[in-house]
């Protein structure tokens, strides 16, 4: 069963260099979490995630090349969409200098589900506007990912929705299986709602 699970850490001075991680790895005697302070491809704190979807989450998030958050300074949004029937997308909001426009980058597979990071192909990115970024930056700030949510009900056919937000003061996680309604819903929204209508207007 998919779980939703929310999550805020509030961070100070120690934060990320002895922040307890948890690393998902394959072992010879099968998977498992290594805690560590020191584990830096760690993605998640612990206590975060289940370990089931600790592996699951990570395995997408290795598979897409991307590094951890915990690692990071520029507050950043991270939004892992985890299709039931497609190969997963992962999509980054990178903030910039207040007054400018916030960046959105997407990694996805191929057809064969590979993602091969010197494609062209496969990893895009395009300039927010002002006024998406500020949907954004709000949706996250106000209610959304840094807030509790009701329990969901899990479907067959769907998606799951990872949320990670950081910046100099808190890590957020957030996940959910194919929110209806709410914030979140808005936040993931508007985007899947960029990311198809770049990918409209390049085939």
């Avoid at 991680?21 to 394959?26: E, G, L």
């Avoid at 704190?45 to 598979?63: D, T």
């Avoid at 957030?174 to 808005?186: A, K, M, T, Y």
């Amino acid at each position: 069963m998919i779980t939703h699970v929310m999550f805020a850490l509030m961070l100070g001075t120690s934060f990320p260099s002895e922040v307890e991680r948890v690393m998902c790895i394959d072992q010879p005697g099968g998977p498992g979490i290594v805690s560590s302070t020191h584990a830096s491809a760690a993605y998640f704190p612990s206590g975060v995630v289940s370990e089931r979807n600790c592996l699951w989450y990570s395995r997408e998030l290795a598979r897409h090349f991307e590094s951890s958050l915990l690692t990071g300074e520029t507050p950043t949004l991270r939004f892992t969409w985890l299709r039931s029937f497609h190969y997963g997308v992962v999509f980054r909001v990178e903030f910039q200098e207040e007054g400018q426009p916030a960046i959105l980058i997407w990694k996805s597979a191929d057809r064969d589900g590979n993602f091969d990071p010197r494609s062209n192909n496969q990893t895009h990115e395009i300039f927010l506007s002002q006024e998406d970024t500020r949907t954004i930056f709000t949706l996250i700030h106000e209610s959304a990912v840094c807030a509790p949510a009701s329990e969901p009900m899990p479907g067959l056919d769907g998606a799951t929705w990872v949320f990670e937000y950081v910046d100099s003061e808190q890590y957020c996680f957030h996940d959910e299986w194919q929110p209806r309604l709410g914030p979140v819903r808005r936040l993931g929204q508007l985007v899947i709602e960029r990311y198809r209508e770049t990918e409209n207007r390049a085939e």
